[in-house]
C-alpha cells in the first residue's frame, strides 16, 4: 500500500518560511518523480515544483528563487523550502509522487494535503 505522509504546513506571516516534508511508504522511491502541488480556494490544482529521480528540478515561475525541492533517498523523503512567502502562496500543499513508463503508462500517488497560510 503506497502512502505519501506530508507535513510542515502551518500559518505564517509574509515574508516568513515554511519548509513541507513528505515520507513514501510503499514504493521504490529512487525511481519516481516526487512533486509539489497546491491548490487554493476555488482554483485548479497547480505543479509548484517537481525533481526527478536524477536530480533535475522544475517550479512553476511564481516560486522560482523562493522555494526550493530536494529528495533524501535514503529516508523516502521530499521536502519543499519555502522562503519569502506570499499571501498568494496560501493553499493546500499536496505531496506527489509520479512514474512514467516508456508505453506512457502512469502510476501517480498522492498525499492528503498539508495547510499552508500565509497572512499577518
Known amino acids: 500500500q503506497v502512502q505519501l505522509v506530508e507535513s510542515g504546513g502551518g500559518l505564517v506571516q509574509p515574508g516568513g518560511s515554511l519548509r513541507l516534508s513528505c515520507t513514501a511508504s510503499?514504493?521504490?522511491?529512487?525511481?519516481?518523480?516526487m512533486g509539489w502541488y497546491r491548490q487554493a480556494p476555488g482554483k485548479q490544482r497547480e505543479l509548484v515544483a517537481r525533481?526527478?529521480?536524477?536530480?533535475?528540478?522544475n517550479y512553476v515561475d511564481s516560486v522560482k528563487g523562493r522555494f526550493t525541492i530536494s529528495r533524501d533517498s535514503a529516508k523516502n523523503t521530499v521536502s519543499l523550502q519555502m522562503d519569502t512567502l506570499k499571501p498568494e502562496d496560501t493553499a493546500v500543499y499536496y505531496c506527489?509522487?509520479?512514474?512514467?513508463?516508456?508505453?506512457?503508462?502512469?502510476?501517480?500517488?498522492w498525499g492528503q494535503g498539508t495547510q499552508v497560510t500565509v497572512s499577518s
Open positions: 525533481i526527478i529521480g536524477g536530480g533535475s528540478t
Open positions: 506527489n509522487a509520479r512514474r512514467r513508463l516508456a508505453d506512457a503508462t502512469v502510476y501517480t500517488h
Open positions: 510503499g514504493i521504490i522511491f529512487s525511481i519516481y518523480d
